[in-house]
């Protein structure tokens, strides 16, 4: 009766947001026991409706040989960044049914802008606000697939008590529908870690040194848990392990919420109506802080955001000081 109630549950939603129709209404009834343990909104668990369409999205790219990893992933941006103890919370999920896996870890959501125009800033606890557009810095939920890898040089950090070159390694993914635009947008998945540069200092010998021999130097922050400007990010842990399953062996990710949702449940708080009986889902905490979620579609905010850009006065190039 549960796997009957999770696959009408699958279906109701997918009338209402369009995606995955087919695919994600016959999903419910063969989730296997082991995993169905792990189905639920409760810390740990991912909810139905969440798994029907990754398991879906993931059955559908396997059947098209666009993927033969033995996981795939989902991650619920309805949920808090922390959970009631402080911990970072957890939304990401890391499924490996052929080795009845299923681990539930902490992952970043996009943390939005405040323009004059427009303001679609999240908070540091719970996203309200999701878009495509371009320099939104917002995260969008559907489907994706894991592409290639690259590294890229970030600064000198102090590690063991010795200056050393740090390194953050970015992966792609590939978008379809409203994600089309994810390389554009420069979306992908990273560990949740930057050098906030402080100063330079001399050392010509750096393959990074600029032409007057300085390479940059600061701190390593770590905002694990946190927001980020619109990409999935993990915690470095966590990290080195998805970027070693999907090196070379490309998988699916699915993102929730998708556009459709977010309406759906935005016109269902409007009309006061209960969000269980009309099928859909939102993390009760967050809801109850936000309000109400809203989706910026991106042909209403990309003219806003491109305004903003054309109006910034052009500033002089910063030279970081020298370091003491």
Request: net charge positive; with cysteine; aromatic share 10%.
């Amino acid at each position: 009766m549960k796997s009957l109630r999770l696959a009408a549950a699958a279906m109701i939603i997918g009338a209402l947001t369009g995606s995955l129709p087919t695919l994600a209404s016959s999903q419910g009834a063969d989730i296997p026991a082991w995993l169905q343990q792990h189905v639920g909104t409760g810390d740990g668990q991912i909810a139905p409706v969440i798994l029907q369409r990754a398991r879906a999205l993931y059955q559908q790219k396997l059947r098209q040989g666009v993927v033969s990893n033995p996981c795939y992933l989902a991650k619920d941006a309805t949920r808090p960044s922390t959970d009631p103890g402080g911990r970072p919370g957890r939304r990401f999920f890391i499924i490996c049914e052929s080795r009845k896996s299923f681990r539930a870890v902490s992952s970043g959501y996009g943390n939005g802008r405040k323009l004059r125009r427009a303001d679609f800033s999240n908070d540091r606890q719970c996203a309200k606000n999701f878009s495509n557009a371009e320099g939104s810095k917002l995260t969008m939920g559907g489907s994706y697939v894991t592409a290639e890898t690259r590294t890229s040089f970030k600064g000198y950090v102090r590690q063991s008590g010795k200056r050393r070159p740090f390194h953050r390694t970015f992966l792609l993914f590939d978008g379809e529908g409203e994600t089309e635009n994810a390389r554009e947008r420069a979306i992908g998945g990273h560990p949740a870690v930057f050098v906030k540069w402080q100063c330079r200092y001399k050392n010509p010998q750096s393959a990074y040194a600029d032409k007057d021999g300085y390479v940059p130097y600061g701190e390593l922050v770590n905002y694990t848990g946190g927001r980020s400007n619109g990409c999935t990010t993990w915690s470095p842990s966590v990290s080195e392990e998805i970027l070693a399953l999907v090196e070379g062996n490309p998988t699916t990710l699915y993102i929730y919420p998708e556009s459709g949702d977010i309406d759906a449940v935005a016109n269902a708080v409007k009309k006061g109506g209960s969000l269980s009986r009309a099928g859909l889902y939102w993390n009760a905490a967050c809801l109850k802080a936000i309000g109400a979620p809203k989706f910026w579609p991106k042909n209403t905010l990309q003219p806003i955001i491109n305004d903003w850009r054309r109006s910034l006065p052009k500033q002089p190039q910063r030279e970081l000081p020298i370091c003491k």
